[in-house]
């Protein structure tokens, strides 16, 4: 069985991290099961993800502390994650800012 590439399955949202985590965003799937996340972190700073089924989830997981689940996205960096469909996203970063973008899918 091979790899399969990262196909976009759904929307694709986009936000700036900063030191107060912006109003998270919702990232959807087209298609059931389109559980995969390509994240990228446009920026030159390291950003704290935050991910949940609501905006507070999202928030409450957004801190430079890395408590609970939070995703640590180093600059300039690709990630794909696997979580449950339909979630919101948000970051915090220690300073400065950097842009974040997100699109689910499948594959890797």
Do not use: K
Not at 56 to 80: C, D, F, Q, R, Y
Request: proline share 4%.
């Amino acid at each position: 069985m091979g790899i399969m590439a990262f196909t976009p399955m759904g929307n694709t949202v986009t936000f700036t991290a900063a030191v107060t985590p912006p109003t998270a965003v919702l990232a959807t799937s087209s298609i059931i099961g389109a559980t995969q996340y390509r994240v990228h972190n446009q920026g030159n700073t390291v950003v704290y993800l935050g991910f949940g089924g609501t905006t507070a989830a999202a928030a409450t997981m957004a801190n430079t502390t890395v408590n609970g689940s939070v995703l640590t996205l180093m600059p300039n960096s690709i990630e794909v994650f696997t979580l449950n469909a339909n979630r919101y996203f948000t970051g915090a970063t220690a300073s400065g800012t950097a842009v974040v973008t997100i699109v689910s899918g499948d594959g890797v």
